[in-house]
C-alpha cells in the first residue's frame, strides 16, 4: 500500500522554525517499509522562512496560530492538498501531542478532501491519553495508541487483506464499528526497543531539509519520575527501557554519515537517568571518535562531575535541566523530587564543568502565589545560564496529577476542541486561582522579559 505520514503544521503557524525530524513517524515508517508498503514522510511543521526570533514573538503569535487552523488557503494547508493529490496514497497518517490534535484533525480532514476513499489513522500521544476524544472527528478512521511500530503494521495487514473482523484483535487500535460506535482494543504490551528499525529518515520527502534536522534520537524510552505537570510516565510509562549502548552508536554513526548530520537532538525524557548506561555510551562515542556535537534534557540530581566530563569531551554542548519553580513549596506540590539548595548546588557544579547549560522555568501551577511567583521570578534572574532560560505557562495535560487538580477546581473544559489548545505558549493559560489574572500576566510578562534577556529561548527549541 501507499502510505503518507504527515507531522502536522504547529509551530510553522507561529512563524517559528521546527527544526526537529519527526521520530515517532519515523519509526513507524521504518517498521511499514519493512512490511512491504511505499511509505513517505512529510515534515509540515518545517519552514525554514519561518521568522519568530523570542519568547515574547511566540506569545504574541498565539492568535497566528488560533487563526492558522481556520484558514485552509495557508501554505501549510495547500501543500498537504498538493502532495496528498500527487502521491495519492491508500492511507494517510499522522501523530499529534495534546496541543498539535486540532492541527493534525486538520491534516486528515484535508487528506479526506482529496480522496474521500483514503483510509485515515491518527497517533501520537494525543491518542494514546485520550483514545475516544481523539477519535471524535468524522474524517479519522482509526487511531492507535502508545507505540505505533506494531498496531499501524497489523492495521495495515488488516485493511490490505480487507479483514475488519481483525480489526478487535489489534492492541493498542481505536476502530468504529458498524453503527459508528468508537471501540477501543486497549494498550498494547512495550515493544523491546533494540528489536524496532532506526527511524526511516530517508523517507522524509517532497522537500529539501536541513542535515541536522535529521539528529533526533533516544537512548531509552520511559520515565521514572513522577513530576504532577508532567504526562510522559502515561505515554512511555515509568518502566526504563534501554537501548544497547552499541545500538545508539551505530545509529548515530549511520546518520551522521548518510545525512551529514553534525548535531544531535537526545529527545530522552531524562537523558543519563541511569548513569552507567549513559556512560557506557559516551565512552564509545569518544572511543570511535564519533565527533558530533549534541543537546540533551536531564535532571540536576543524576549529575556528577565524571558525567559531566564525559559528555563534554563527546561534544555536548547544551545541557536543559528543569528546574521549573524558585520555591520549595511549590517544588514538593509539583513531585519535583529536588529543593532549591539542590538546584543551587547542581548549578554550581555545572558552571564549573565548562558545558553549555540552559535551564527551564515554569510559572502558573494551581497552588502557586504571589510570594511562589516572587521566588521564582528571583531565582530566573539569579542563574546565568551560559545557553539561556526557557519558559513556560504551566498547561494541565491529561494525565497528569495536575490535570485532574485543575479539573475538580472547574479550571479546564471537557471539551477536546477547547482543551486541545492550551499550550505553554497559550497567553490565555490560566490555572492559578490564588492570584488574579491580570497579576498573574504581570508575573508572566516579567518572566517572558527575564527569557528573553537570556536569549535561551531561540537557541533551545
Known amino acids: 500500500m501507499r502510505i503518507l505520514l504527515i507531522a502536522p503544521p504547529f509551530y510553522r503557524l507561529f512563524r517559528y522554525p521546527n527544526i526537529y525530524f519527526p521520530l515517532g513517524l519515523g519509526y513507524v515508517a521504518a517498521s511499514l517499509r519493512r512490511d512491504g508498503h511505499e511509505v513517505r514522510i512529510l515534515h509540515a511543521d518545517n519552514d525554514p522562512a519561518s521568522s519568530t526570533q523570542s519568547y515574547r514573538d511566540l506569545i504574541t503569535h498565539y492568535p497566528l496560530f488560533l487563526q492558522g487552523l481556520q484558514n485552509t488557503d495557508l501554505p501549510c494547508w495547500t501543500e498537504i492538498a498538493a502532495i496528498a493529490s500527487e502521491f495519492k496514497p491508500d492511507v494517510v497518517g499522522s501523530a499529534a501531542m ?36 481523539a477519535m471524535s472527528k468524522p474524517w479519522v478512521d482509526f487511531a492507535v495508541s502508545g507505540e505505533g511500530e506494531v498496531a499501524a503494521m497489523q492495521l495495515v495487514r488488516a485493511l490490505e487483506r480487507d479483514d475488519p473482523s481483525s ?50 534520537i533516544v537512548t531509552a524510552r520511559g520515565c521514572p519520575y513522577r513530576c504532577a505537570f508532567c504526562n510522559s510516565p502515561a505515554i512511555w510509562g515509568s518502566r526504563m527501557r534501554y537501548r544497547k549502548p552499541v545500538n545508539v552508536l551505530e545509529e548515530l554513526e549511520e546518520t551522521k554519515e548518510r545525512f551529514g548530520t553534525r548535531y544531535f537532538y537526545f529527545f530522552d525524557d531524562v537523558f ?50 528543569g528546574v521549573e519553580s524558585g520555591s520549595d513549596r511549590i517544588l514538593k506540590c509539583i513531585n519535583k523530587g529536588i529543593s532549591r539548595s539542590t538546584i543551587e548546588e547542581g548549578l554550581a557544579v555545572l558552571e564549573r564543568s565548562g558545558i553549555g547549560w540552559s535551564v527551564f522555568f515554569m510559572m502558573g501551577f494551581p497552588d502557586e502565589s504571589v510570594e511562589d511567583l516572587e521566588l521564582t521570578l528571583s531565582l530566573m534572574e539569579q542563574v546565568k545560564p551560559p545557553k ?29 476542541d477547547k482543551w486541545s489548545l492550551f499550550s505553554h505558549q497559550s497567553p490565555e493559560n490560566y490555572f492559578i486561582p490564588n492570584v488574579p489574572r491580570d497579576v498573574f500576566r504581570e508575573y508572566v510578562d516579567r518572566a517572558i522579559a527575564i527569557a528573553d534577556k537570556s536569549k535561551g529561548y531561540v537557541e533551545n527549541l
Open 167 to 216: 480489526l478487535c484483535r489489534i492492541q493498542g487500535l481505536s476502530w468504529r464499528g458498524a453503527k459508528g460506535d468508537i471501540h477501543y482494543n486497549g494498550r498494547a504490551p512495550w515493544i523491546d526497543v533494540d528489536m524496532v528499525d532506526f527511524p526511516a529518515r530517508d523517507l522524509l520527502a517532497f522537500k529539501e531539509y536541513p542535515a541536522d534536522l535529521y539528529g533526533t
Open 98 to 133: 495534546t496541543v498539535y490534535l486540532k492541527a493534525a484533525w486538520r491534516v486528515l480532514e484535508i487528506a479526506k478532501s482529496v480522496s474521500p476513499k483514503v483510509i485515515t489513522v491518527l497517533g501520537g500521544p494525543a491518542v494514546t491519553i485520550n483514545p475516544r476524544a
Open 388 to 416: 539561556g532560560i526557557v519558559f513556560s505557562i504551566f498547561t494541565p495535560y491529561q494525565g497528569t496529577p495536575l490535570y485532574e487538580k485543575c479539573k475538580k477546581l472547574n479550571l479546564i473544559p471537557e471539551d477536546a
Open 272 to 321: 543519563a537517568v541511569n548513569k552507567r548506561h549513559t556512560k557506557q555510551i559516551l565512552q564509545l562515542m569518544i572511543e570511535r571518535e564519533v565527533c558530533i556535537r549534541y543537546w540533551c534534557n536531564t535532571r540536576l540530581d543524576v549529575l556528577d562531575e565524571e558525567l559531566l566530563d564525559l559528555m563534554a569531551q563527546s561534544g555536548c554542548d547544551n545541557l536543559s535541566v
